[in-house]
């Protein structure tokens, strides 16, 4: 990890000094190593080139700028472009398209400050994706962006490669082996799942310094629309929603590998409620009575190993009622209390709707839980856990985005969805 706190200064300086002549062999020279081995040494701990990631953060700083209402050529010059034609050039061969397309479809955010030793954040360009992709004999397909339809958010760890094909990549070689181990389980039991493609030598992922990759296929349909869940039969597709949780939990229930065991309440009693509560202002006699009831009812509620992230952008629907419909990325996958994952849909439902449909959104979310009742058969203690166990998911993000610059936005959002579901605690609870 020494190398990656040496890397971090290097970042911290780029940050200080975007405006100003920076050049890689000053970098290497503050760092104490050769060019030679600094570039080696800078790529393994960020994914890119060291003068390609200076580039990047001076086009993402110029863009937001632009954004947050800045003539072009004057971001353009402030960065270090002689002309706005230079900025534009440079901006379309490191993005894929034009400034004024990215601004149309992205949400162009203020660029937060990278932490290598509090997160992973690996950057991969489309050109290199292109030369991991010669593991695949696919070198030569069309590479684009992955954006959630809810969010407009880009996906930061995958691609989609021409029409039927995802590459993903990572640092965290735990998280990969997790979502393939499952991911063929799941399709064993039955269901669509995104199983790895063999590179040409046969392995189901490969290596490239400290960055992993794995080929998928991409499975059939779209990300769930929020805005189609709030707009239009909501209620028909929320109770499927809920369905197709159970039927995945139904299909992992006999699904046995080493797996993160996770204590929900013990999570929230010792951190997440004591930093949300402070964060929130939530009333004492609020937590106690929150507190004394969940505790009262973990014990006897059913676990499992479940899903962990079923947000709508994890949730890829079938157009035909009658197939099934998909979940991908089981990175977080654990073993948990088997309720937290239709209470986890229901939450990132109200997360991408709060602003516009919040009063919308309490059928939708009991007709997530009828869904998952008719699938997996809830328990008494269930049905009464439910109101705690999607609060306590809302209390565990609060406290978890708090912790996240680059998050600052999804922070604040929850911050008053949280006080809001804290305000309508009565309106959580299930008709028997």
Known sequence: MEYKRIIQQSLDYIEDNLRAEITAAELAE??????????????????????????????LHAIYGIHCGSKGIDAALTYGFDTYAGFYKAFRREFGCTPSAFLRSCQAKKPYRIELTKEEHIMITHKKAAEILKHWNLEKIVISDI??????????????????????????????????????????????????????????????????????????????????????????????????????????????????????????????????????????????????????????????????????????????????????????????VRIYDPCYAATAILLEGFEKYREKWFEIYRYIMKGYDSAAGMTEEERKAVPYILFANQLICVAYFAEQEKLAAVFEINKRMTCWLAEHFNLLYLEK
């Open 30 to 59: 503050k760092a104490g190593f050769s060019l030679y081995h600094y570039y080696r040494m800078f790529q393994s701990a960020t994914g890119m080139p060291v003068m390609q990631y200076v580039l990047r953060r001076r086009l």
């Open 147 to 336: 954006y959630y339809e809810g969010t407009g958010n880009k996906n930061d760890n995958a691609y989609y490669v021409g029409e039927d094909y995802v590459l993903k990549f990572t640092a965290n070689l735990g998280k990969l082996k997790n979502n393939i181990t499952l991911s063929k389980e799941i399709e064993k039991a039955g269901l669509c799942a995104a199983v790895p493609i063999a590179t040409n030598n046969g392995k189901e992922y490969m290596q490239e310094g400290e960055v992993y990759f794995c080929l998928t296929r991409r499975l059939p349909g779209k990300q769930l629309s929020t805005a189609a869940l709030y707009e239009s039969n909501s209620l028909e597709c929320a109770r499927l929603i809920g369905e197709k949780i159970g039927k995945l939990h139904t299909a992992l229930r006999g699904v046995d590998v080493p797996i993160r065991d996770t204590n929900i309440y013990k999570n929230v009693k010792e951190w997440a409620l004591p930093k949300a509560k402070e964060i929130l202002n939530l009333k004492d006699v609020f937590c106690q009575e929150y507190i004394k009831n969940l505790e009262r009812l973990h014990d006897k509620l059913p676990r499992q190993l479940i899903h962990r992230d079923p947000n709508p952008g994890n949730i890829i629907c079938s157009e035909d009622k009658e197939k099934e419909w998909s979940f991908i990325d089981f990175e977080l996958s654990e073993r948990n």
